[in-house]
Every structure is written in C-alpha cells, then in structure tokens.
C-alpha cells in the first residue's frame, strides 16, 4: 500500500513558476513509476509527467517548462512548474505505479492523492 500526499499548490500569475511535492509512504517506493496528473474543470484526467527508476517523459503541452524529480531518500516527488500558463490551470494529482512505466495512462496508476489546485492567472 502506498499513500500520497500533495502539496505547493496555489494561485500564480502568467509567466510565474510552482513548486508541487508529493510525500509517498512505503518502502518500496523506489521501484514505482511516480507520475504527475492534472484535471482541468470539465475535462478528464491528463498525464502531466512521470518518472521511473531510469527516466523520464513529459505531455508534450509542458515539454520545456515542467520538470518532473524525485529523491528515493526522502521518498518525495517533486513536479517544478515554469512559465505557467492560463490553461494549466487544474488539480494536479500524485499518481504511483508499481509497474515501469513511460507517458502512462491514468488507469495505469495503483495509487493516487488527493490533488492539490493550481490556479493561473492571466
């Protein structure tokens, strides 16, 4: 079992930048695939970006803009948000995967948080 927690959300301007966290629990948090969702108001919910134990891979909507990172000992994952856009205005979700994964699906994650909202202003 693995339980996520997310935090850093908030409003920003245009331009601005956030940081999200999510704080994973279990021990073998070192194996899964960590990824980060977002569901807009109306519309279902997207891959943002996701790390495995040897990569990464990014929407092609925050290629260049978001990075995705994550440190084993602390058992946190973190998504840095530049240039934030208007439209990535959303609830961000900390997703967890037992299996090695790249550009998942979010029917291929086993756990989630509760999400934390970004809001950006235009």
């Known amino acids: 079992q693995v339980q996520l927690v997310e935090s850093g959300g908030g409003l920003v301007q245009a331009g601005g930048s956030l940081r999200l966290s999510c704080a994973a629990s279990?021990?073998?948090?070192?194996?899964?695939?960590m990824g980060w969702f977002r569901q807009a108001p109306g519309k279902e919910r997207e891959f943002v970006a996701a790390?495995?134990?040897?990569?990464?891979s990014y929407a092609d909507s925050v290629k260049g803009r978001f990075t995705i990172s994550r440190d084993n000992a602390k058992n946190m994952v973190y998504l840095q948000m530049n240039s934030l856009k208007p439209e990535d205005t959303a609830v961000y979700y900390c997703?967890?995967?037992?299996?090695?994964?790249?550009?998942?699906?979010?029917?291929?994650?086993?756990?989630w948080g509760t999400g934390t909202l970004v809001t950006v202003s235009s």
């Open positions: 997703a967890a995967a037992s299996a090695l994964l790249r550009f998942p699906s979010p029917g291929l994650m086993d756990y």
């Open positions: 279990g021990r073998t948090f070192r194996g899964y695939t």
């Open positions: 790390v495995n134990w040897s990569s990464t």
